[in-house]
């Protein structure tokens, strides 16, 4: 596997700060009061350490005239790692027809806005990492409304220029090395290539592409390169891509002559190259693709070709395509990719509803053993090829035959039968209605001029069944695509711990007794997952989406929560209807709640976690209850059930003191758990973890707790970050109750009393006001990385990205392992 290790390096700002501003002049002193005014001008200033800050305003400049020697702004200083050189837009500061050009090394560009670039021959790019520029970190930034004019890319790694059209070898090494690009969006992109990626160890991650059209979403040269975790939706093939007019029409032609492609790698260029001329070969090899995300991108998945006759041993090989996930993708016609190289492997993808638009007899992802020869190249052989552990879940027409994802093309009769495997694939259709087995599954074909075909049928998994996926049975196919508990995805895999040793959220690989089908691992310790993606109104539950039946029911029908928008998709939204006057002399505000009954396996929890992301709302009320199980034994009439049950809130993880309530000063979010004696309550700091967030109505957060009563541990994360950490003092955490029902309420305090509405004085306060989504709990600890994927993971909808400042460097090493 590729392995990339980030170190975060504080560093001393000895540098100057330089500003540029639309309304300032490059004969001023670069001072805030005294900006630049272009970035021609500002670049060659800076030295290590140095920060350009580009106040806000519109920079136009006519950089697209005549003048074939005008180029990019350029920043050709370098820092070190301990002094990079920072160049920092700001909100409104919008460069409207010019990228930059980064020839140094140890460069930061964060927060940058380029827009309505049209790219052209003196522009080949938005942003051109010099071959020079290692430790180049690119972050936050937003290309949008780029046209091509010729050959244009957002982000490219340039190359070294050719001199002529021979024997040009462009070596992995000549690029540059230890990038990262992070969290940029390439939005409304016209005919551009975003990400061209060329050197070593550089890494894409985190990065999205929107409503773009004949985009290629990334290129890959050089070697150990890795992109990771990108989320790209409706990047579509649409008619001439050369002139705006056309552009913006989006007319689908029933042929173009165009193929956007999710991934593209060629060993021979010749017009492509970047800022060169001349025929060029790139080696390339041992790259990675994985946890990447696809929906509704009418594209070609892939398209590789292979090396040069000319220049033999510098070829394109050992591509690893690994826990992607493909939703409603496919070209309008033609093949849907050509894999002209060795080594290619697609490992533990899921496919959904993918190729629907083909016609019947199918069109591939084709393994190709190119013989086609021209004066620059040779197209390739798609040799020891692996498919392995992939779910294709509705692909193809509605039919339970005539369909493939990948084939095996034999293109003469000359060089005889080449490898490929392919294993362990689960294969079913889908008519909208029902499931059925796809016969012809994933077929590989074998012909040539004298052999007639021949369609061969490999062992893959057929059955014709549910695959149970929390999208299926909730959300019409737009949330998740998690198997639930019983999937015939789970264990049915084979052993890929040679390509492939986690899936598309970081779990490890395999989490139970064998490895899965498909991108996600399912975890048997997650027994709760309320994502709150279905229709929860009508159904009168949230469901919960692992399987094991852990909804949470609505016990007070004529008040219930309405859906919102949240961190994935749906959340649930509690507000203020009422006033709560059940529990006199005391009024509290009245929202909504709901309680899980089953407590199967999770009414007693000796290692455990538990994640939600929550909204506050803006309010004054002393609690607003996440979730409860519990009360305060000297309160709850049975001692015992309610020792060691918990409630996670925002209020005041107040003292005991005989009956009184005190110290009530610690006001906000909170961990309780509930002991058995009013010396050991809430009076020992240890029972008590302490969050820090406002209720400010408008900022989602992520909390989890995570306790080990094996260690005696419990820690509070934050946003992904460990925030407090305690003894946890007991011997497991209990869901209680009522002495009649014990139950687990969502979105208001249990109060010792039962789920149903009306038969008693409780649940009687702390109702939430605020938006709820993603509750999870699981019956193991998650490991601190576990708990980050629980918030930068891969939701299907994209998931908040880490907040980079420009304070932050990392640089990256690589460790080399098994590809």
């Known amino acids: 596997m590729l392995m990339f290790v980030f170190t975060i390096s504080s560093f001393r700002m000895s540098g100057a700060t330089y500003y540029v501003s639309p309304t300032g002049s490059d004969t001023n002193s670069g001072a805030t009061n005294s900006p630049w005014a272009t970035l021609w001008h500002a670049l060659p200033q800076l030295t290590a350490g140095d920060t350009l800050i580009q106040q806000p305003g519109i920079y136009v400049t006519n950089f697209y005239g005549n003048n074939d020697n005008v180029h990019e702004p350029d920043l050709t200083g370098s820092g070190t790692p301990s002094q990079p050189i920072t160049i920092q837009g700001t909100p409104g500061a919008i460069n409207c027809d010019m990228g930059i050009t980064i020839s140094g090394s140890n460069a930061i560009i964060v927060g940058m806005t380029f827009s309505n670039i049209w790219q052209g021959a003196d522009a080949p790019a938005t942003i051109i990492i010099g071959p020079k520029a290692n430790h180049t970190f690119i972050h936050d930034c937003v290309i949008e409304n780029q046209v091509i004019n010729d050959s244009s890319y957002g982000i490219v790694w340039d190359i070294p220029h050719v001199t002529d059209d021979t024997n040009n070898i462009v070596y992995a090494g000549d690029c ?68 705006w007019t056309n552009i913006v029409s989006g007319v689908i032609l029933t042929n173009s002559g165009q193929h956007p492609d999710m991934f593209q790698c060629f060993g021979q260029s010749a017009s492509w190259a970047p800022v060169s001329s001349g025929n060029v070969w790139y080696e390339t090899h041992d790259n990675v693709a994985e946890n990447n995300q696809f929906w509704d991108c009418l594209m070609d998945f892939a398209q590789m070709v292979n090396g040069s006759l000319l220049v033999p041993g510098y070829t394109v090989r050992n591509f690893t395509e690994r826990n992607n996930l493909f939703v409603r993708c496919g070209p309008p016609f033609g093949s849907m990719g050509s894999v002209g190289i060795p080594g290619f492997k697609a490992v533990n993808n899921t496919y959904v509803l993918c190729g629907t638009n083909q016609s019947v007899s199918g069109e591939t992802i084709n393994f190709q053993n190119h013989t086609t020869n021209d004066d620059y190249g040779y197209w390739g052989t798609a040799s020891n090829g692996v498919v392995a552990n992939c779910a294709f879940i509705g692909c193809g027409p509605n039919t339970n035959s005539g369909f493939v994802m990948f084939a095996c093309t034999h293109g003469d ?21 029902n499931w059925s087995p796809k016969t012809t599954s994933i077929i590989e074909y074998v012909g040539d001029a004298t052999d007639s075909d021949q369609w061969i049928l490999p062992a893959d998994i057929n059955p014709g069944t549910d695959p149970k996926l929390v999208a299926f049975s909730y959300a019409a196919f737009a949330g998740d695509f998690r198997p639930l508990y019983g999937s015939p995805l789970i264990d049915a895999g084979t052993n890929a711990s040679a390509y492939n040793t986690s899936d598309l959220e970081g779990t490890a690989r395999p989490l139970g007794t064998g490895y899965d089908i498909g991108c996600f691992e399912f975890d048997p310790n997650l027994q709760v997952h309320l994502d709150f993606d279905e229709n929860f109104v009508s159904a009168g539950k949230i469901a919960d989406t692992t399987g094991y039946g852990h909804d949470a029911w609505n016990f007070n029908s004529t008040n219930w929560i309405t859906a919102t928008l949240g ?57 607003d209850t996440i979730l409860d199980c519990g009360y305060p034994p000297m309160y709850a009439g049975n001692s015992s059930a309610a020792t060691n049950s918990w409630e996670l809130q925002y209020g005041e993880p107040y003292a005991m003191t005989g009956s009184l309530e005190t110290n009530e000063t610690s006001f906000g979010p909170c961990f309780i758990v509930y002991g058995n004696t009013v010396t050991n309550n809430l009076t020992n700091p240890s029972l008590c973890l302490h969050f820090n967030q406002p209720r400010d109505g408008s900022n989602w957060w992520h909390l989890a707790v995570v306790w080990n009563a094996a260690s005696n541990t419990i820690v509070a994360y934050q946003n992904g970050q460990p925030i407090s950490t305690n003894a946890l003092g007991s011997p497991w955490l209990r869901v209680s109750g009522s002495p009649v029902t014990p139950w687990l309420s969502v979105g208001a305090d249990q109060h010792n009393g039962t789920p149903q509405w009306g038969d008693d004085r409780y649940p009687n306060a702390g109702f939430l006001k605020g938006a709820l989504d993603d509750i999870r709990i699981y019956n193991r600890a998650l490991s601190s990385v576990e708990v980050g994927n629980t918030y930068f993971g891969s939701k ?9 400042t420009t304070t932050w460097w990392l640089p990256v090493t690589f460790t080399p392992g098994a590809n």
């Open 176 to 243: 540059a090395s230890s990038c990262m690009v992070s969290n940029v969006l390439f939005n409304r992109t016209r005919g551009v290539i975003c990400i061209r990626v060329g050197g070593t160890n550089n890494l894409i991650v985190n990065n999205r592409i929107l409503d773009s059209t004949n985009d290629d979403c990334f290129h890959f040269f050089g070697a150990w390169n890795t992109i990771r975790g990108n989320y790209c939706k409706n990047v579509n093939e649409v008619a001439d891509y050369t002139y």
């Open 413 to 433: 009769s000359t060089n005889g039968w080449w490898g490929l495997t392919m294993i362990s694939n689960y294969c079913v259709s889908w008519d909208g209605t």
């Open 567 to 623: 961190p994935d998709g749906n959340a649930g939204l509690w507000t203020v209807v009422g006033v709560m006057t059940n529990d006199p002399p005391q009024v509290y505000n009245l929202s909504q709640y709901a309680g899980i009954t089953n407590l199967s396996n999770i009414q007693f929890i000796t290692n455990g976690t538990i994640s939600a992301w929550v909204l506050w709302a803006t309010n004054t009320e002393r609690y």
């Open 796 to 804: 299907s909808s994209g998931r908040p990205q880490p907040p980079y």
